[in-house]
């Protein structure tokens, strides 16, 4: 190991914490010029392939906290990025991109494609598919 590289720890959940971190600020530093972060690009485009729709069920769809989810779409939201389309009175807010939305979740994917073909050429393509295997497994055993 050389003296630059950090040292592993024993717990899993620590270095898959790490890891998680690292490879969110490589997506965020390379969508910064969208104005997004990766978990807002992840919500438009969510909302672009399933919209409308409800949070509950965009947070399923996801699989993400309902809390967090919500907390993540109050700058969407802000910006006119998104807008509740659901009938007054009703309870269940419906979401969708506005136009505004449409525009920079096209804007962000080209980075995020750019990004995508950044780590896939630093780890490699097999290296891809046994991370994303392993990291199913791991999903499946918290559920």
């Known amino acids: 190991m050389k003296n630059n590289e950090k040292k592993p720890s024993i717990c ?5 914490r790490r ?5 969110t600020k490589i997506y965020d ?3 910064a010029p ?3 972060t990766v978990s807002q690009y992840s919500i438009l485009k969510h909302l672009k392939l399933f919209g409308p729709v409800s949070v509950s069920d965009l947070a399923i769809k996801i699989r993400l906290d309902r809390t967090t989810l919500v907390r993540s779409l109050k700058p969407l939201e802000t910006a ?6 659901s009938q007054k009175g009703t309870r269940n807010r419906q979401l969708q991109l506005t ?4 525009e920079k979740c096209i804007e962000a994917e080209y980075l995020w494609n750019d990004v995508q073909n950044f780590i896939e050429q630093k780890l490699g393509k097999e290296n ?3 991370l994303t295997s392993l990291l199913s497994i791991i999903e499946r055993m918290g559920s």
């Open 12 to 16: 899993n959940c620590l270095n898959l």
């Open 19 to 23: 890891a998680s971190a690292a490879i």
């Open 29 to 31: 530093e390379k969508l």
């Open 34 to 36: 969208s104005g997004l």
């Open 80 to 85: 006119s990025l998104i807008i509740d389309v």
């Open 99 to 102: 136009e505004k939305g449409i």
């Open 128 to 130: 891809i598919e046994k």
